[in-house]
């Protein structure tokens, strides 16, 4: 299994609700990362976790609440976000220790109304 | 600081033309990089990477990249470009040893005409 797997593809959440982004891989990368991709716009790294622990947050808003419970999960846990948040959330793995590039999976497309 | 450049927005071609993306970097030590191509509405797929050795990399879908040190540049090459390669292209640094993440540049847009 060489993918990273990001469920759901597409959500639409208001203002108030809780929502979470889900991103699973089985190839054994112990380090995970979520980027947010507002359109037109590079990738933005958010969160960097190394062997299951918090390694970066690049100073991301505390409405944002990433969690890891194990070397292949990764979640994105969201509440009461601003239109502004609506972006593609990209999921993407790596191999420490091995200069290989991310592989990323396809992305959730949030819209928050 | 870290920092990649890519200076064409947005490129127009025909199909069976060559191509050449450019992207131009400041890294402070051996450079890792990266070309890779995203669809609209998709995540990205690598399609090269260089760490040391060769200059010349091959990829995955018939595009080829050269490091050139002295320019600080590593631009994408295609001999003939079909329509389906009409996407977004990124061109990134990193991991350093230093950071986990990757620095991407502001990407090129392809279009490809009939």
């Known amino acids: 299994d060489t993918e990273v797997t990001q469920t759901p593809k597409h959500l639409v959440m208001g203002m108030t609700n809780k929502k979470s982004l889900k991103c699973e891989q089985h190839m054994g990368h112990r380090a995970m990362y979520w980027y947010k991709q507002k359109a037109k716009k590079p990738p933005e790294l958010m969160f960097v976790?190394?062997?299951?622990?918090?390694?970066i947050n690049e100073s991301v808003p505390s409405r944002f609440s990433p969690e890891c419970p194990n070397s292949s999960l990764l979640n994105l846990h969201l509440h009461a976000l601003q239109p502004e948040d609506s972006a593609l959330y990209l999921c993407?793995?790596?191999?420490?220790?091995?200069?290989?590039?991310?592989?990323f999976g396809s992305g959730t497309r949030l819209t928050v109304v | 600081a870290q920092s990649v450049t890519q200076p064409d927005i947005h490129i127009t071609v025909s199909e069976g033309a060559s191509l050449e993306l450019r992207c131009n970097y400041s890294y402070g030590a051996t450079p890792y990089l990266f070309w890779y191509v995203q669809s609209p509405g998709q995540g990205l797929q690598l399609l090269l990477k260089y760490f040391s050795g060769d200059t010349l990399v091959q990829g995955i879908k018939g595009f080829e990249a050269e490091f050139k040190r002295s320019q600080s540049s590593f631009n994408l090459r295609k001999p003939s470009v079909h329509w389906s390669d009409a996407a977004e292209y990124f061109c990134a640094v990193g991991p350093s040893y230093n950071t986990d993440k990757l620095i991407f540049g502001t990407g090129t847009r392809l279009q490809v005409f009939p």
């Open positions: 993407a793995s790596s191999q420490l220790g091995q200069i290989e590039g991310y592989t």
């Open positions: 976790y190394s062997y299951e622990k918090l390694s």
